[in-house]
Antibody, heavy 122, light 110 residues
Framework: QVQLQESGPGLVKPSETLSLTCAVSGYSISSGYYWGWIRQPPGKGLEWIGSIYHSGRTYYNPSLKSRVTISVDTSKNLFSLKLSSVTAADTAVYYC???????????????WGQGTLVTVSS | QSALTQPASVSGSPGQSITISCTGTSSDVGSYNLVSWYQHHPGKAPKLMIYEGSKRPSGVSNRFSGSKSGNTASLTISGLQAEDEADYYCCSYAAGSSLVFGGGTKLTVL
């Protein structure tokens, strides 16, 4: 059974960099699939942030591309998110997920982690 | 890329059927049969209900079905049950290898 678990600081100051890690268990990242990040601001809908393959190939949401870096560590079976120059608008629950489907970067998310709330505030 | 358009809310009585629409453009829903649907109970992880337009993952009830016409995808839930009350989101593959979500629909079972 594949499980994903997000971890990282729950509070980040404005202008700093948000850093989260997603630990994967029950499946080797090196075996395939894309892996990605999604967020949900309070009271709002879901937003795809970006995706990565074990080779390091990445796809990013064009609206966030200039501030996002997603990386993978196959030796530790985890992948990470860095979002720079954060503002209050980046306050959200951040989810990680496995991404399936044959399209470039995949097209469906399953399973998801439980999510972690990150608040941007001084 | 703009978010896909979903109704903010829908409701139905137990046993009835409801349909949630998800309208995009010719750059996403209209060009690819790659729409997925997620059930989200607040505080829990979203759950995949339909992928690639109409496929059901193992373990998902056959009361859930997906379809598409033009730029609009739809999720139909038949035989509504109390536990179906949740938020539902659509997501489509889009030009440029992007993924775009809908704004979400709150389903109330009366």
């Amino acid at each position: 059974q594949v499980q994903l678990q997000e971890s990282g600081p729950g509070l980040v100051k404005p202008s700093e960099t948000l850093s989260l890690t997603c630990a994967v268990s029950g499946y080797s990242i090196s075996s395939g699939y894309y892996w990605g990040w999604i967020r949900q601001p309070p009271g709002k809908g879901l937003e795809w942030i970006g995706s990565i393959y074990h080779s390091g190939r990445t796809y990013y949401n064009p609206s966030l591309k200039s501030r996002v870096t997603i990386s993978v560590d196959t030796s530790k079976n985890l992948f990470s998110l860095k979002l720079s120059s954060v503002t209050a608008a980046d306050t959200a629950v951040y989810y990680c997920a496995r991404i399936g489907g044959g399209a470039g970067g995949g097209n469906w998310f399953d399973p998801w982690g439980q999510g972690t709330l990150v608040t941007v505030s001084s | 890329q703009s978010a896909l358009t979903q109704p903010a809310s829908v409701s139905g009585s137990p046993g009835q059927s409801i349909t949630i629409s998800c309208t995009g453009t010719s750059s996403d829903v209209g060009s690819y049969n790659l729409v997925s649907w997620y059930q989200h109970h607040p505080g829990k992880a979203p759950k995949l209900m339909i992928y690639e337009g109409s496929k059901r993952p193992s373990g998902v009830s056959n009361r859930f079905s997906g379809s598409k016409s033009g730029n609009t995808a739809s999720l139909t839930i038949s035989g509504l049950q109390a536990e179906d009350e949740a938020d539902y989101y659509c997501c489509s593959y889009a030009a440029g290898s992007s993924l775009v979500f809908g704004g979400g629909t709150k389903l109330t079972v009366l």
